[in-house]
């Protein structure tokens, strides 16, 4: 069936506005499951960037659930009729710390909706710009992108692998087990079935194992810069290049540069790209 692109793009201008707090639980579980040695969070304490992700959680009722375990289509997000859906990278301006504490509002706008032909069909293009305030300043700015597509052919041959750099200053060896994945869904309220429900991502969906988040990929990046340097990251971007799974492990790897600049990136066991990012520290 062909994308009513009229129709999807009407959600253009659509908003959403959220409000939380910043509790100190959420951020001890993410801390544990990162495998960190952080002490516990006090009422003050600055929130790690990225981790704002543990809040504005999506709280749609078990009866609005769809078969991927993700809200029905429509309401804030266009409903786009392609069964993948991937986030497929994000953009990120740093202005001030969220803290420990303190309430916090998100803003968010359907900045735009395209539509291409891929190589296997239809993408469906959704760009989301958040702004993050804190009680009395804003605290940060992010583009999410949003990639819908249609399941490929059985017999589609996979895309040719994009070598991953191998001049790393800062490496990290990650083991994505199931219990990793499992605990980052359950500090995201993420019910997509394809991080937990290994029966449903390769009988339905033709993945060879379970899916790695992609934000938790770029949490880890962010991670590995705050375990490699304590300068404060100004900004932040990353594009996912190619899936990565459960059934190996995969690197997450820096190389500072010039200017503040860091390149970071994300490369499975057998070498190649799986998401490659950059960050600007001060």
Not at 14 to 36: F, G, M, Q, W, Y
Not at 146 to 156: K, L, S
Not at 182 to 200: C, K, Q, V
Not at 237 to 258: E, N, T
């Amino acid at each position: 069936m062909p994308l009513d692109i009229a129709h999807l793009r009407s959600w253009i201008g659509r908003r959403e506005v959220l409000t939380d707090r910043v509790t100190d639980v959420p951020i001890a579980a993410l801390s544990a499951t990162l495998d960190r040695d952080d002490p516990q969070p006090q009422v003050g304490d600055a929130l790690p960037p990225l981790w704002h992700w543990l809040y504005f959680l999506p709280l749609a009722r078990q009866s609005a659930i769809g078969p991927d375990g993700h809200p029905r289509r429509g309401g804030f997000l266009p409903p786009v009729e392609l069964p993948r859906r991937m986030w497929a990278g994000g953009r990120f301006a740093f202005h001030a710390p969220l803290r420990v504490g303190e309430t916090i509002t998100r803003t968010s706008t359907i900045a735009d909706v395209t539509v291409k032909e891929g190589r296997t069909g239809p993408l469906c293009f959704v760009l989301v710009r958040h702004e993050v305030a804190g009680a009395d300043r804003l605290a940060l700015t992010e583009e999410h992108d949003i990639v819908y597509r249609d399941m490929p052919p059985a017999d589609e041959p996979p895309p040719r692998p994009k070598p991953a750099p191998t001049d790393a200053v800062w490496r990290r060896d990650i083991v994505p087990d199931p219990v990793l994945l499992f605990r980052y869904s359950a500090l995201t309220f993420n019910g997509h079935r394809i991080h937990y429900d290994r029966s449903y991502v390769t009988q339905e969906e033709g993945y060879p194992g379970l899916i790695v988040h992609g934000p938790l990929i770029a949490t880890l990046l962010v991670d590995l810069l705050r375990r490699s340097t304590d300068k404060p990251l100004k900004s932040f971007k990353f594009r996912a290049v190619s899936p990565l799974f459960d059934i190996a492990p995969f690197a997450v790897c820096g190389q500072p540069g010039a200017s503040g600049a860091v390149a970071l990136w994300a490369r499975n066991a057998d070498g190649s790209l799986a998401m490659e990012a950059e960050a600007i520290v001060a």
